[in-house]
């Protein structure tokens, strides 16, 4: 998810650039098997849009902190990027504050994509100031429920899911509450 509204920014505001000519960064982290998925699928960008290109990787820690330092990093290298995916809000949040220190950027062309739902990253997408455009929530708007729900048929002895995954959702300036 994190990859496609990449590409839907990347359609929105590069419609007519060459395949391969749009410069995607990604901030990644491998720390567990499911970051691991995380980080592959953010990889994908390429492949769900034909007109960008990874053109750097970063891992390291979930954290603001390196999420400033991975996008100096990669900006560093690749000045023409256009897009940072990274692995969560954090990493994100910290990329946006290095792109908002860099008067090189157009903050209108640009944009950055993390995961997890965090009320900065709400607060950011909503302001609408920021490079920081889009965030997945996961799970539903009422976990409380959907999890007394499942341990009431577990208790009751009625049949239920072995696994539940939670849904996701993307959210940007368009659905952001």
Sequence with gaps: ??????????AANYADAAEGSVEVGIIENRDTPEANQRSDGMA?????????TVAGVVGGTPTITFGATAAENLLTA????KVILAYNDAQGLG???????????DPATFAIFGADNTPDALAAIKAGDS??????????????????????KMVMGEEFPVETLDPLTPITAANVQ
């Design 131 to 152: 490079v920081f455009r889009g965030t997945v929530r996961f799970g539903s708007d009422n976990l409380a429920l959907d999890t007394y729900n499942l341990v009431k």
């Design 44 to 52: 994908t960008v390429s492949t769900l849009c034909p007109a960008a």
């Design 78 to 81: 690749h000045p023409n990027i």
């Design 1 to 10: 998810m994190i990859a496609q509204m990449a590409c839907d920014f990347i």
């Design 95 to 105: 990329a946006a504050q290095t792109v908002a220190a860099m008067s090189t950027i």
